[in-house]
Every structure is written in structure tokens, then in C-alpha cells.
């Protein structure tokens, strides 16, 4: 069955960096294009970013371009999150889900609703 599993989650100050992974279970293949969401207490579920066949289209959410960036690793079946220059703003449980579907689909904005396969989340807290 397929399986994601996130890590990289922890607790930091402001201006801080993590590095944030998500690791299909082996010899599976869950999409072509992997996203990332985003959840704090009290608030909607947002998209942050995606990235599509490995690169050739991304996608991130303004409230965090130019900080945080989209990569993946197809020896390693993972995708990962750089996120730097974080701030307090940024606290929330974070999410990857993965999706078969067009470039423009994934590249436009992530709609959770047409991931079909999701990770259990792993929580970034940053500090001021």
C-alpha cells in the first residue's frame, strides 16, 4: 500500500531553518506530483507548494516564496521541503500528499482534494 511518512519537524527560532522530507514507501511510485500542505490550529488547511515530475513545474504559495523550496530525489523516492527564513507565521502541522495528475493541475495552485494519498503530518513551531 502506499505509505508517506514526513520528518524534518521540530521547533526553532525565528529566521531559522528546517528541512522538512516525505518518503514514499518503497517501490512505490504515489504520484507525479507531490505537494505540500500546511495547518495551524483554528485555520484552513492551505497548499504551500508542488513540485511536478521531478521538477519541471513547481508551485509555491506567496506567503512563502523566496524562503522555502520544493526538491526532489527519485533515488531516494523523496521529496523535501528547504524551509528557511522562518517565521512565527509558519507554525503549523505540515502535510505531503501525493496526486496523478496534469502539470498545469499541479503547477496552478494544490487543491487537497485531488490528493489521494497523505502523510501523517509532522509539526514546525517556530518561535519569535
Known amino acids: 500500500q502506499v505509505q508517506l511518512v514526513e520528518s524534518g519537524g521540530g521547533s526553532v527560532q525565528a529566521g531559522g531553518s528546517l528541512r522538512l522530507a516525505c518518503a514514499a514507501s518503497?517501490?512505490?511510485?504515489?504520484?507525479?506530483?507531490m505537494g505540500w500542505f500546511r495547518q495551524a490550529p483554528g485555520k484552513e488547511r492551505e497548499g504551500v507548494a508542488t513540485i511536478y515530475i521531478g521538477g519541471i513545474r513547481t508551485y509555491y504559495a506567496d506567503s512563502v516564496k523566496g524562503r522555502f523550496t520544493i526538491s526532489q530525489d527519485n533515488a531516494k523516492n523523496t521529496v523535501y521541503l528547504q524551509m528557511n527564513s522562518l517565521k512565527p507565521d509558519d507554525t503549523a502541522m505540515y502535510y505531503c500528499?501525493?496526486?496523478?495528475?496534469?502539470?498545469?493541475?499541479?503547477?496552478?495552485?494544490?487543491?487537497?482534494?485531488?490528493?489521494?494519498?497523505w502523510g501523517q503530518g509532522t509539526q514546525v513551531t517556530v518561535s519569535s
Open positions: 500528499a501525493a496526486a496523478f495528475t496534469s502539470g498545469t493541475v499541479c503547477s496552478n495552485g494544490p487543491v487537497e482534494d485531488i490528493f489521494p494519498y
Open positions: 518503497e517501490y512505490s511510485n504515489p504520484g507525479n506530483c
